[in-house]
Each structure stands twice: as structure tokens, then as C-alpha cells.
């Protein structure tokens, strides 16, 4: 289910159960990935873990655009991961798990993301002496660097205000350590049991509110049609910019030649920040066939 402003625990493991990363280069490689899909579609992070064969993530999406986002990010990862290792087919085990969070303050997404932090915990990878940011691949590290050292699509503010610490300062950042290390000693079983098994986390008001969303939407024939659109606005917005900097007019595309530079660069940005396909972009700008498109791209790189 999306809709604009949503909040979304996702999970997903390698398939077979196997590693989804073999080493830190890989861990690298997925975030570097995690931080381009934030571009395309405007996601905001509250927190990540990577572990040996799965992923935790919850994000925010200002757009209902959940979907068209995660099948970029796991295609995209999955073959820079396979073309890295020499090798092909399924990295991951089939469709991810997306748990949607109640984000009104009243305590779900703060318990969400305590639960994604303290996997590490879980997992009984950190010894009793060794502190929560010992665990390198997880976004608890950056919530205690300053903000200019973070990743620029690592949101805080939204943890730190339901924690009740007001600002993302030296003090609110020692703050925040001193809870997590006391919480990683609470007994949540019966809290995480809800993580883990649910479909929504919230309270009972939430979740009539996305029952009744989800018994409106199956009787709405173009849904899926709705959901693209939402994509294809902020791409065919992006050509409209391009286009006007260039001061053309619809007529130029199919006057222009197929491989046009400026219209190979107006595809560039199109891959950058959107996840529309090749062939959306070749029809778009009147480039031909879609591996035409991906040839251009190649040579604009070399």
C-alpha cells in the first residue's frame, strides 16, 4: 500500500537465506545504491542495518512511490553486485517485506527503529562490553556524528523528537547514545513480535484508517496507472526544465537527430534522478530504440 508521506519498515534476505554481501566493498556498493534511489524518488532514511544476508531499512516516501522505488534499488543492486562477482540470476528471496509505521509521534517509529538498531544485539554480534557503535554497518554510527559527516539522506530529527531530545546537537547525540545503550538491555519480545508479524505498526485507529485506504483503492481499476504516474510527473517535469533551458519546443525532439548530445544528456539526468525505463526515456525525447539510449549513455560516461 502507498500513499505520499508514508513510513515503511523494509526487510528483505538473499535468497536461499545466502549472503547478500560479501564483503565491505559490498556494504559500500549498497549504499552508495540506497543513497542514488533516494535521489530518484525524494525518500528519506530514518535508519539502516546491513547484516550478513539481509537488510533493514525504514523510510519515508514524500511521494507514493514505495514500489517503483524498491524495484530500482534491488534490480540496480543486484547487478552491480552479480556483474562485481562474475556472477547472474536472483539475489534476493522473492518480494520484501514492507511493515507500514504509524509516524504521528506516538511512539511506533521510535519503536521500529530501536528494533533496527539493536538487530546487531539480537544477532549476538556485539559482546556485553562492546558498545552499540561498534557494529560499523548500521545507521546508529551516523546518528552520533555531526551532521555534516552523514549521509546527506540519513533523516534524524524525526527518532530524535519522538525520543523527546530536542536538537541534533553534541549534547542530544550524547543523549541519544546513553538511552540506546540502556535499551539494549530491555526485554522487547513481545513488542518485536509485532515487527516482525504485522503488516502495520500503530494503533487501532491507524490501522482502520488503512483498512478502509486499502478497501478503496482494490475498486479503483487504474491504481497501478495512478502509482506510474507519480513517477512519470516528476520525469516529464525534468524534460520540461531541460527543455526550456535549451528553448525548445516539442518539435525540436523529433527534429533533433537520435543521438543529439543535449537530448543524451537530458536522458543522463532522467537515469539519475528518476526511475523510469529506457525505453520511456527513447520514446520521451524521440532517441530511437532503448539500447540506442543505453549505448549514448555509455559513450557520454567514456
Not at 536461499?16 to 545504491?33: A, G, N, Y
Not at 519515508?60 to 514505495?66: C, I, S, V, Y
Not at 482502520?208 to 486499502?214: F, G, P, S, T
Request: glycine share 8%; net charge positive; proline share 2%.
Amino acid at each position: 500500500m502507498e500513499y505520499e508521506g508514508a513510513i515503511y519498515h523494509v526487510m528483505n534476505r538473499g535468497d536461499r537465506r545466502e549472503p547478500i554481501f560479501k564483503d565491505d566493498q559490498d556494504r559500500m556498493l549498497f549504499l552508495e545504491t540506497l543513497g542514488q534511489a533516494c535521489q530518484k524518488t525524494d525518500w528519506e532514511v530514518h535508519v539502516y542495518c546491513l547484516m550478513s544476508n539481509h537488510f533493514h531499512l525504514v523510510v519515508e516516501t514524500p511521494k507514493a512511490n514505495l514500489v517503483a522505488g524498491m524495484k530500482w534499488f534491488l534490480g540496480t543492486y543486484t547487478g552491480r553486485f552479480n556483474r562485481r562477482h562474475k556472477l547472474f540470476g536472483h539475489l534476493f528471496s522473492g518480494r520484501y517485506k514492507a511493515l507500514i509505521v504509524d509516524g504521528s509521534g506516538s511512539g511506533y517509529l521510535r519503536t521500529v527503529c530501536d528494533y533496527v538498531h539493536l538487530n546487531p544485539v539480537r544477532a549476538k554480534l556485539l559482546g556485553k562490553e562492546q558498545k552499540l557503535a561498534g557494529y560499523r554497518w548500521s545507521s546508529y554510527g551516523e546518528y552520533l556524528k555531526r551532521p555534516r559527516r552523514r549521509m546527506s539522506w540519513l533523516r534524524v530529527d524525526r527518532l530524535l523528537g519522538e525520543m523527546g531530545i530536542p536538537k541534533d546537537s553534541a549534547a542530544g547525540r550524547k543523549e541519544f547514545e546513553r538511552r540506546m545503550e540502556l535499551r539494549r538491555w530491555d526485554d522487547q519480545l513481545e513488542q518485536w513480535k509485532r515487527v516482525r508479524r504485522g503488516w502495520c505498526l500503530g494503533d487501532e485507529a491507524f490501522r482502520k484508517e488503512l483498512l478502509a485506504q486499502m478497501a478503496e483503492k482494490a475498486g479503483a481499476s487504474h491504481y497501478g496507472e495512478e502509482l506510474q504516474e507519480s513517477a512519470e510527473e516528476k520525469a516529464q517535469r525534468i524534460v520540461a526544465e531541460e527543455m526550456r533551458r535549451l528553448g525548445w519546443k516539442e518539435t525540436d525532439l523529433e527534429r533533433h537527430r537520435k543521438g543529439d548530445w543535449r537530448k543524451v544528456k537530458i536522458a543522463r539526468r532522467l537515469r539519475q534522478e528518476t526511475t523510469m525505463t529506457l525505453k520511456w526515456i527513447a520514446n520521451r525525447l524521440k532517441m530511437g530504440t532503448w539500447t540506442h539510449v543505453t549505448n549514448r549513455l555509455y559513450h557520454l560516461k567514456k
